[in-house]
């Protein structure tokens, strides 16, 4: 710790700096805070939203795309055949096409279970304005005190706490958080005075941590599903996007039937040369 340091003005400067320092430390809190809060409640809320709203009009299209464009290679292949005067094995050459969209199937499963999974979170109950408020007041109280980028070398309780209370924070447990608020409270030492040299060298800690998260927030902000709050809080844009997506569901419908109706009729002009039977 630097002890060199003596004299009125240079105290007055210490004093000013170090209430730079905890000035700092609060901006960091709550800048930490606002990443947890999007990464932890806002962002899964939005996603669990855009999934109810527009989820399962999305995968039903997905899924039409995928069977135009299986239809549309199961005709390729089979005119190959035919060009080639070839018999037609036609187990096998659905088979190879069910092999090309394998990706395809596993994320209309993947899509289809998010859709199960958002209705389900949105039947649970979510916190009071004033419990949310005690749960957030909670929590940055507890990053102030706690957080390592805030406290360089926590001792191994802070960082029990701090631990705890952002899985706390994750499950929205307002009443572990109070708890945990109180046994941080419990376990504060007493302040350490910081000399001249010290002060500067943590304040260009903490400026960088500043820096970071404001670019880790804007980044969270343009990118899904933050990138649509607007269409989300919309009445008007979200019927805008409903009929969008109705429309272009009833225009793929009527392009699969097409394809469907061309590759019927391909197998049944071709039939004779099949050595394998298409139900």
């Given at each position: 710790?630097?002890?060199?340091?003596?004299?009125?003005?240079?105290?007055?400067?210490?004093?000013?700096?170090?209430?730079?320092?905890?000035?700092?430390?609060?901006?960091?809190?709550?800048?930490?805070?606002?990443?947890?809060?999007?990464?932890?409640?806002?962002?899964?809320?939005?996603?669990?939203?855009?999934?109810?709203?527009?989820?399962?009009?999305?995968?039903?299209?997905?899924?039409?795309?995928?069977?135009?464009?299986?239809?549309?290679?199961?005709?390729?292949?089979?005119?190959?055949?035919?060009?080639?005067?070839?018999?037609?094995?036609?187990?096998?050459?659905?088979?190879?096409?069910?092999?090309?969209?394998?990706?395809?199937?596993?994320?209309?499963?993947?899509?289809?279970?998010?859709?199960?999974?958002?209705?389900?979170?949105?039947?649970?109950?979510?916190?009071?304005?004033?419990?949310?408020?005690?749960?957030?007041?909670?929590?940055?109280?507890?990053?102030?005190?706690?957080?390592?980028d805030i406290n360089p070398n926590p001792t191994e309780e802070q960082l029990e706490l701090f631990n705890l209370?952002?899985?706390?924070?994750?499950?929205?447990?307002?009443?572990?958080?109070?708890?945990?608020?109180?046994?941080?409270?419990?376990?504060?030492?007493?302040?350490?005075?910081?000399?001249?040299?010290?002060?500067?060298?943590?304040?260009?800690?903490?400026?960088?941590?500043?820096?970071?998260?404001?670019?880790?927030?804007?980044?969270?902000?343009?990118?899904?599903?933050?990138?649509?709050?607007?269409?989300?809080?919309?009445?008007?844009?979200?019927?805008?996007?409903?009929?969008?997506?109705?429309?272009?569901?009833?225009?793929?419908?009527?392009?699969?039937?097409?394809?469907?109706?061309?590759?019927?009729?391909?197998?049944?002009?071709?039939?004779?040369?099949?050595?394998?039977?298409?139900?």
């Amino acid at each position: 710790m630097d002890t060199s340091w003596s004299g009125p003005d240079l105290a007055s400067e210490i004093l000013a700096e170090g209430q730079s320092l905890a000035d700092l430390r609060d901006e960091v809190a709550k800048l930490i805070f606002e990443k947890d809060f999007l990464v932890s409640r806002r962002i899964p809320h939005l996603l669990n939203l855009y999934t109810l709203k527009f989820g399962a009009r999305e995968c039903e299209i997905f899924e039409l795309e995928t069977r135009i464009l299986m239809l549309r290679r199961q005709i390729e292949l089979v005119q190959v055949e035919i060009n080639h005067q070839r018999e037609l094995d036609l187990e096998e050459i659905l088979q190879r096409v069910e092999t090309m969209f394998e990706d395809n199937a596993q994320k209309i499963e993947v899509w289809r279970e998010a859709i199960k999974e958002s209705t389900l979170a949105f039947q649970g109950e979510s916190l009071s304005n004033e419990d949310y408020l005690e749960f957030k007041n909670n929590y940055l109280f507890i990053v102030k005190k706690t957080h390592p980028d805030i406290n360089p070398n926590p001792t191994e309780e802070q960082l029990e706490l701090f631990n705890l209370a952002v899985k706390a924070f994750e499950s929205g447990d307002w009443l572990v958080m109070a708890n945990l608020k109180y046994l941080v409270e419990v376990s504060e030492t007493s302040t350490i005075t910081l000399g001249p040299g010290e002060l500067a060298e943590a304040k260009e800690k903490l400026s960088q941590v500043k820096t970071n998260l404001l670019a880790e927030i804007e980044g969270l902000q343009k990118s899904f599903p933050l990138n649509q709050l607007a269409l989300l809080e919309s009445q008007e844009l979200t019927k805008k996007k409903i009929k969008s997506l109705n429309e272009l569901k009833e225009k793929l419908t009527q392009e699969l039937a097409v394809h469907q109706s061309r590759w019927l009729g391909l197998i049944d002009t071709h039939k004779d040369s099949c050595f394998s039977h298409y139900q």
